[in-house]
């Protein structure tokens, strides 16, 4: 009985399948920093680190961030996969009520962005990525949805859209 214990023991201890792993919560500290500009504790920035207490599961993709709340009040951090985890860290200043907060990137540098250019009477979009970090109403360089498409200098509108208007 003893030997089909240690037996049984060392089989669980050396399946990779049952290890179970989970998301270096320092990671997701860095993506919300960068997200934000702002180091934690900051004005602007994560009020504190993530929980040391959560255990996420590891995410096959590239995690998403987007500001949450009224007044940018948090930031939503999520692997967007199906079945994957969402979690909402607060931030510190209370969000863009604060003069640091009003000149957080609302776009940041590689982000896909809707590029709108409008004018009397018509407007059109189209995908494109962000080249540049900027607030609203900043002026970025993008570019369309080809690596050879041209680079435009537009507008940030709000966070994931930028845009210009002709005359």
Known sequence: MTRTLVVLAAALIASPALAQ???????????????????????????????????????????????????????????????????????????SSSNAAAELPAVIRGDAVSVRVSGDGFAVSQSGEALESGPVGAWIKVRGPTADAPVLRAKVLRPGLVGMELP
């Open 21 to 95: 792993s989970y998301v270096d919560l320092s990671e997701v500290d860095r993506a919300v920093a960068q997200f934000t500009g702002a180091a934690i504790g900051a004005p602007g920035g994560a009020a504190q680190g993530a929980d040391r207490r959560l255990r996420l599961t590891p995410c096959p993709q590239i995690l998403t961030l987007a500001w949450y709340g009224q007044g940018r009040s948090a930031v939503e951090v999520r692997c967007p996969v199906a079945g994957g985890w969402k979690l909402y860290v607060p931030l510190s200043g209370g969000g």
